[in-house]
């Protein structure tokens, strides 16, 4: 199992470019989730999804957008990048029952994230 | 208000020497679970416990050690004859049963164990 994995580790971007973080799973977890971790903030929650074609949003949704259209990829949407967007991104998931999740999460290995 | 408090933003040890990180949570839920997760220097995040509300045994594993207080709503974690491998930011979570699609996030204790 490669467990969770995300692409890419790095990116730059300019003020106001798009892109799409990726995030896939092979533990057939029908919970995923997306964290921002920032110096001393700890990881807030962007946006996560208990099953495929459920979303719900998070403590920091603005300016994200996901979707999950398999049970397997989860990915993460900026439209407009940021500044504020600088951050490193994490993807978990874990086993749900129903629409909760209290099991262990796991987490892939991040993405940088530097707009410029 | 936060619902999980690390309040040990920096620890520095001498290699061997034990160290406790603290974690106060903050819950109404009679029903919940705490974890520890730790980020080495190379940035992952490392599960490494989890524990439920109704378990409040203390759990050693190795050198790792943790103390479950539900009367000071306490989670600690306890590392003996820390090693230079130790130095990491470790983060303590909880998850709510009835709030169960989010994991609320200490801000995180730096560890640095020199040798």
């Known amino acids: 199992n490669a467990g969770v994995t995300q692409t890419p580790k790095f990116q730059v971007l300019k003020t106001g470019q798009s892109m799409t973080l990726q995030c896939a799973q092979d533990m057939n977890h029908e919970y995923m989730s997306w964290y921002r971790q920032d110096p001393g903030m700890g990881l807030r929650l962007i946006h996560y999804?208990?099953?495929?074609?459920?979303?719900d949003q998070g403590e920091v949704p603005n300016g994200y957008n996901v979707s999950r259209s398999t049970t397997e990829d989860f990915p993460l949407r900026l439209l407009s990048a940021a500044p504020s967007q600088t951050s490193v991104y994490f993807c978990a998931s874990s086993y749900s029952s129903g629409t909760t999740s209290t099991d262990t999460q796991y987490f892939g290995p991040g993405t940088r994230l530097t707009v410029l | 208000a936060q619902k999980v408090t690390q309040a040990q933003t920096e620890i520095s040890v001498v290699e061997k020497e034990d160290v406790t990180l603290d974690c106060v949570y903050e819950t109404r839920d009679t029903t919940y679970y705490l974890f520890w997760y730790k980020q080495p220097p190379s940035g992952e995040l490392v599960f490494l416990i989890r524990?439920?509300?109704?378990?409040?045994q203390n759990e050693i594993s190795g050198r790792y050690s943790w103390n479950f207080q539900k009367s000071t709503s306490s989670f600690n974690f306890t590392i003996t004859a820390s090693q230079v491998v130790d130095s990491a930011v470790y983060f303590c979570a909880l998850s709510e049963r009835n709030t169960g699609n989010q994991f609320y996030f200490g801000t995180g204790t730096s560890l640095t164990v020199i040798p």
């Open positions: 999804s208990v099953g495929a074609g459920i979303t």
């Open positions: 524990r439920n509300s109704f378990d409040e």
